[in-house]
């Protein structure tokens, strides 16, 4: 049985970190690029960060660019989303999913959910002011 499963939200004040983690189980990992989404109430589900499987390369989200990092442990079967510096803003239910991308990560313009293989079921970050 195919399985993303999401750890490491919570509550946490502004200006802190956390860091989230994507478990697989069920396929290989890195047969897959790996993204995360986050999607509050009402709004669309928005893709903030992924990963290739191939050469590492990375896309971020221009909102969260320069304070999240997003990696990869194949033999763990893992990916890690480090989130520094959040914001308020940055509350949301956090989801992971392997993607089929057909591009690089680098030449993403916007993440869609249309490119989503597997979905996680996702973790809440919650970031007080």
């Known amino acids: 049985q195919v399985q993303l499963v999401e750890s490491g939200g919570g509550l946490v004040q502004s200006g802190g970190s956390l860091r989230l983690s994507c478990a697989a189980s069920?396929?290989?990992?890195?047969?897959?690029?790996i993204g995360w989404f986050r999607q509050v109430p009402g709004k669309e589900r928005e893709g903030v960060s992924c990963?290739?499987?191939?050469?590492?390369?990375?896309y971020y989200a221009d909102s969260v660019k320069g304070r999240f990092a997003i990696s990869r442990d194949n033999e763990k079967n893992t990916v890690y989303l480090q989130m520094d510096n959040l914001k308020p803003e940055d509350t949301a239910v956090y989801y992971c999913?392997?993607?089929?991308?057909?591009?690089?990560?680098?030449?993403?313009?916007?993440?869609?959910?249309?490119?989503?293989?597997?979905w996680g079921q996702g973790t809440q970050v919650t970031v007080s002011s």
């Open positions: 069920g396929f290989t990992l890195d047969n897959y690029a």
């Open positions: 990963i290739s499987n191939s050469d590492g390369s990375t």
């Open positions: 999913a392997a993607l089929r991308l057909r591009v690089p990560p680098h030449r993403i313009v916007v993440l869609g959910t249309n490119l989503v293989v597997y």
